[in-house]
């Protein structure tokens, strides 16, 4: 006997067994938790079961999916989260986590978007995973062989540190006369080259 008590776990709060384990209360005539969250002067609908929560707000009718059990959505029934102060917290982080993000990236409401901003976003959220599978997967992977391995650590090195090179093309008038026409930039970057007499 003591062992069937010691195998019995306590089910999650906010789980749909852990509701089952409370008193229910009729509530505009419908059997629900004791620990419901129905708002004070919400009602139940009572036409045809079309699988949203049967809970009514004023005139709008909850959008949840409903609870086989219950016919309302799990919050409704007194489920989900119950520590809220937590939650909000958490709610609160993630989204400053996500705003630093869009403006260390240097993305606008209207760029936002575009998909492959998102990308970008989640990728610095997660900057350390992508590191990890960037640089210590591929050497760490047994399954690769040296080859694998050293064109893996080939594209590394160019993503992480990428070559920078630049090409420009000057142009300067061949004639005396054609200096003239030339901006004073372009001028001192002539008389640069002109070799010292």
Not at 19 to 44: F, K, N, S, Y
Not at 74 to 95: C, F, I, K, V, W
Request: glycine share 8%.
């Amino acid at each position: 006997m003591d062992d069937e008590k010691s195998l019995q776990i306590e089910p999650k709060p906010g789980s749909l067994a852990w509701l089952e384990a409370h008193e229910t209360v009729e509530v505009d005539g419908w059997e629900l938790p004791e620990v419901h969250r129905l708002p004070e002067g919400a009602r139940i609908h009572r036409g045809e079961d079309d699988g949203t929560c049967r809970v009514i707000v004023g005139e709008t009718r909850c959008r949840g999916t409903r609870t086989r059990r219950w016919g309302v959505c799990l919050p409704h029934a007194g489920g989900g989260g119950q520590d809220y102060a937590s939650m909000s917290r958490a709610g609160h982080a993630e989204r400053s986590r996500l705003k630093h993000a869009r403006l260390t990236l240097g993305l606008s409401a209207r760029s936002a978007r575009d998909p492959r901003h998102h990308a970008r976003v989640l990728a610095v959220a997660r900057s350390a995973d992508v590191a990890e599978a960037l640089v210590s997967a591929p050497l760490d992977d047994p399954e690769l062989g040296t080859i694998e391995r050293q064109q893996a650590v080939v594209r590394m090195l160019a993503e992480t540190f990428p070559l920078a090179t630049v090409s420009a093309t000057i142009e300067l008038p061949d004639e005396p006369e054609a200096v003239g026409s030339i901006g004073w930039q372009d001028m001192q970057a002539l008389a640069e080259r002109l070799p010292e007499e």
